[in-house]
Each structure stands twice: as C-alpha cells, then as structure tokens.
C-alpha cells in the first residue's frame, strides 16, 4: 500500500537515478516499516514552477512524501522517515554541497476506512 511521491525542483543539479533511488527506497520501507515490498508504488515530479525563500535562483529542494497506513508505531514512522532523509542525503549531495537546498520527507499515516484498493491476480 504505501506510496511514495518525490518532488524536486527543476534546478536540481544532481542527475539522480531514480529507479536506483526507488530501489533503495523500497528496500528502506520494507526494512524500517514492515512494508510489503510488491505493494510499495512509487513515483517522481520534476516541479518546473515553484519559488523557495527570496525566490533566489539558487534555492533548490526535493521533497518526499510517504503514505502508509495507519497504526505503525511512532518510532516506526521516525526510523522511516529518517532512513528516507539519509537516502536523500545521498542521491542529492551535489546539490546539498553547491546550492541552497531543502531536502525534506513527510511521512503521513492514511485511515484504513478511507483507503480502498483492486488488485489483480495476475504475476
């Protein structure tokens, strides 16, 4: 179920890849989360309008947002979260290192009764 959704700005100067970042990512929920790995989905938005601080061309960011259902422990949800952030730290050192940028991850619990799902039989 979870979902994973990262957004970053288009002045990013890391060339990220992704489906190795995604990877990793799947790999840290089901480690830190007790995440199935075949249900995690994840995706990317390059964000071409958008304005960080003073609007200083320079300011850059890559945000992640994880949806997981509800009832995990706190402590849990922190060691994802922060597991999440070093992965970041990672994949966007370049930027971390040359720019202003704002790494950050939002971790966000969804209701089991407003969460509905169809899955195949297939492989």
Known sequence: MPH???EYSDNILDDADYVHMFSRLHELLVETGGCRLQEIK???YRVD????GDGNENNSFAHLTIRVKEGRPPEMLQRMGEAALSLLKEHYSLSLEK???DLT?????M???????ISSAGN
């Open 4 to 6: 994973a959704i990262l």
């Open 42 to 44: 994840s995706r990317v």
């Open 49 to 52: 309008h958008y304005r960080v």
């Open 99 to 101: 720019q202003r940028c």
């Open 105 to 109: 991850v939002e971790i966000h619990p």
């Open 111 to 117: 209701r089991q009764d407003s969460y509905f799902k």
